[in-house]
């Protein structure tokens, strides 16, 4: 996150992931201040949405 916020050529992608598995900070960092440095994409078919 501290390089993200940093570097502007740095993004944070969260795809792989269920979102239940993410820690707070990270969550409202994703909300706020590296609102434009986050990436999500989705895994389907490797991750349904029934697995979130």
Not at 22 to 37: E, G, H, S, W
């Amino acid at each position: 996150m501290a390089v993200a916020a940093r570097h502007t050529k740095v993004y944070i992608d969260l795809s792989g992931r269920s979102l239940k598995y993410f820690p707070r900070i990270l969550v409202q960092y994703a909300n706020t201040m590296l609102r434009t440095k986050v990436l999500f994409r989705s895994d389907y078919p490797m991750i349904t949405p029934a697995c979130l």
